[in-house]
């Protein structure tokens, strides 16, 4: 790994883990903390989900290296890719207090979504597709194969019902390798957003899917936005529910919180 290399040539006293189970890397992670040493993630944004929910229950640091398909937590806090700048953050940088978002016991850092996204997300995972191709492709396979959907979203005890292609909760504001889904969210204001792209033409996600790099979609009038810190998303069938580009279940009813301040990360 080039980073360990640059970071090893500058003094730093490191040790890489190969991991092969979730479990084995949160054992790894839950040590390191506990023997007082950075954490650092090297991969995806689900690698990435994964060790921050044991850095944010151990009160540790997490360092990022950005290396997975989407990288949408490192897009979103402006993380560089290259290994010299990478190493450097890593040696001098400061810690960033970011909160994250609690979801049936598990911890997210970006964002969590039901609908037309989360059934894109698993075709996703299964395609050989590079990033920028993989992404858009899906959407439009899972928008084809659809059906309507009503949902009833309460945000801080406001509900409301509306008939949506997907509902996103978003800490961060970045998913699906680069769209900006939710422009307004700030991973450190202990609020989260909601983005409901409601019932539309099918012609019309598209359009809608591409502003989205821009994160004009929300100007929309069939696009509604929400914040909040307790968010809870009802639908009238059972829902796929996605998180950080991994899969967190299939439920009726899905309940998210925000830990303000929960995660500290290298990040300034």
């Not at 883990?17 to 979730?22: D, S």
Request: hydrophobic share 40%; proline share 6%.
């Amino acid at each position: 790994m080039p980073v360990a290399h640059l970071l090893r040539a500058a003094g730093a006293r490191i040790r890489v883990e190969y991991t092969q189970t979730a479990e084995q890397a949160r054992q790894c992670a839950t040590a390191a903390v506990h023997g007082g040493e950075v954490v650092v993630a090297a991969g995806g944004d689900g690698t990435i989900r994964l060790l921050a929910g044991v850095v944010a229950d151990t009160d540790g640091l997490l360092g990022v290296v950005p290396a997975g398909r989407g990288n949408d937590f490192a897009r979103q806090l402006g993380l560089p890719h290259s290994p010299d700048a990478v190493a450097d953050l890593l040696l001098h940088g400061r810690p960033r207090h970011l909160d994250v978002l609690s979801v049936a016991g598990r911890t997210i850092v970006g964002s969590v979504y039901v609908g037309v996204d989360a059934a894109a997300n698993e075709l996703a995972n299964r395609s050989r597709l590079p990033a920028p191709l993989v992404y858009p492709t899906a959407g439009l396979r899972a928008l084809l194969r659809w059906p309507r959907t009503r949902y009833t979203i309460t945000v801080d005890g406001r509900t409301e019902q509306t008939y949506a292609y997907t509902v996103v909760v978003a800490n961060c504001g970045y998913y699906g390798g680069g769209l900006h889904v939710a422009p307004a969210a700030q991973p450190d204001d202990g609020t989260m957003d909601v983005v409901v792209i409601g019932h539309a033409p099918k012609l019309l996600f598209p359009i809608a899917l591409r502003q989205m790099r821009t994160g004009r979609h929300v100007e929309r009038r069939h696009v509604f936005s929400y914040r909040g810190t307790s968010v809870t998303v009802c639908a009238d069938r059972p829902m796929t529910v996605y998180g950080d580009g991994d899969p967190v279940g299939r439920t009726a009813e899905l309940h998210v919180e925000v830990r303000p301040r929960a995660l500290r990360v290298i990040a300034g």
